[in-house]
Each structure stands twice: as structure tokens, then as C-alpha cells.
């Protein structure tokens, strides 16, 4: 992936304040034309650095206001057919595939302890998990969060 200039990491830093923003709102912020904001966001698509999204839910809202991490220990062969069961259970929100001890980490939304205990059952029936650890969130310490870093590349570039 090629390098952001300074230009590209105001517009990223603009969109992560104000991900609404529209295209002549982003321009007037950043003191560059339309056509700019345009083409810089069309090249930076293109560039893969915007990932697939949807609009941000609270999972509170929805009623699964219970957050929960499950480790996964399996088998390394079955990662994959694992993976594929995984996404077949809604509740499954996101899934890593980590180094070191743990296979798996899992990120699960429910409403509640029982209905986890259930999610957690259809973990343990994939064929080739061995075991799993889950942890419930009790808080949000830091959300997601990537304009920290987005500001210390673009001071950078201003050195």
C-alpha cells in the first residue's frame, strides 16, 4: 500500500470527525476544491484504505447490550471450516485468527448470560475446536479509534 500525503491523512482525519461530512463541507474544511475532495477520495478507495462499513449500531440498542471475548484453542487444520461455521452464527461479530497460544479470538454481542452459555455450546461444536475461554466485557475503556494515529503521521509529514 502506498504512503498518504499530508493532504490525504486531513481528509481521512476530517471523515473520522465527522464521517457524515459531505463532499463540499470536507472541501471548505481542508481549504481545497471539490473536485479535489473527489478525487482524492476515489483514489484513496481504490487504494483499498476505506474499509467495508455500514453505519455504526449501538448492540445495546438492539437489545445485546452483553460483549464478550471467546479465545478458541483448535485444531489448525480446521481454522479455516471453523472460520466458515463461526460466520454462521449472527451473534458473532468479528473473529481474528491470532499467533501464539489461543487460535481464535472471538467477539460476541447477545442479551444475555444464558444466551451466551448457547453460543458458546455452538463454538464447542465445530468440528475441530478443542476448547474455549470466554471473558464478558464489563466496559468500553477506548473505542475503536484510529485518529491518534492519523495526527501523529500527519505531524510527521509536517517535520
Not at 464521517?19 to 463541507?25: L, N, W
Not at 444464558?114 to 475446536?129: K, M, P, Q, S, Y
Amino acid at each position: 500500500m502506498r504512503a498518504l500525503d499530508r493532504t490525504e491523512l486531513r481528509l481521512l482525519l476530517a471523515l473520522t470527525d465527522d464521517p457524515r461530512a459531505t463532499t463540499v463541507a470536507l472541501a471548505q474544511r481542508l481549504g481545497v476544491t471539490r473536485n479535489t475532495v473527489q478525487a482524492r477520495m476515489a483514489s484513496l478507495e481504490a487504494a483499498g484504505v476505506f474499509l467495508p462499513y455500514d453505519r455504526s449500531i449501538s448492540e445495546a440498542a438492539i437489545g445485546l447490550p452483553l460483549t464478550a471475548f471467546t479465545t478458541v484453542f483448535a485444531t489448525q487444520q480446521k481454522l479455516a471450516h471453523i472460520a466458515a461455521e463461526l460466520a454462521t452464527i449472527p451473534e458473532v461479530v468479528q473473529a481474528f485468527g491470532l499467533t501464539g497460544p489461543t487460535d481464535l479470538l472471538v467477539r460476541i454481542v447477545c442479551a444475555d448470560t444464558d444466551e451466551l452459555f448457547r453460543i458458546n455450546e455452538r463454538i464447542l461444536a465445530c468440528d475441530g475446536v478443542e476448547r474455549t475461554e470466554t471473558s464478558i466485557a464489563i466496559n468500553e475503556l477506548i473505542p475503536y479509534r484510529l485518529a491518534p494515529l492519523l495526527r501523529q503521521a500527519e505531524e510527521g509529514l509536517e517535520l
